[in-house]
């Protein structure tokens, strides 16, 4: 069965950095796209980032371009999204997704507060 469980969140100040990470399991990992969504308090789930199945194409929310970067680790079945410049706006809990299967994972909270 699909899995994927989240980590790396927590609270940081604004302009600092966070690595989150995802680790994915109960599928063949490197033939699908994953995707980091978040969502904040009373709003909507809204896509971070998109990376293809090779790592080869990725596309990101026009709020994180320049700030965040997707990568994956096809041979360790990870996924991570490296956040710079935070700001109080990326306070979110932050999901892994992938959509073939529709499946979410538990979700990591980020917290940008001084």
């Known amino acids: 069965q699909v899995q994927l469980v989240e980590s790396g969140g927590g609270l940081v100040q604004p ?5 989150l990470s995802c680790a994915a399991s109960g599928f063949t990992f490197n033939n699908y796209a994953m995707s980091w969504y978040r969502q904040a308090p009373g709003k909507e789930r809204e896509l971070v980032a998109r990376i293809s ?3 080869g194409g ?3 929310a026009n ?3 320049g700030r965040f970067t997707i990568s994956r680790d096809n041979a360790k079945n990870m996924v991570h999204l490296q956040m710079n410049r ?5 306070t979110a809990v ?3 997704y992938v959509l073939r299967f ?7 909270q980020v917290t940008v507060s001084s």
Not at 15 to 19: A, E, N, T, V, Y
Not at 102 to 108: K, P
């Open 58 to 60: 990725t596309n990101y």
């Open 86 to 90: 935070l700001t109080s706006d990326d």
């Open 94 to 96: 932050y999901f892994c």
């Open 102 to 108: 529709r499946s979410w994972g538990q979700g990591t």
């Open 63 to 65: 709020f994180v371009k």
């Open 53 to 55: 199945g090779d790592g």
């Open 15 to 19: 302009g600092g950095s966070l690595r």
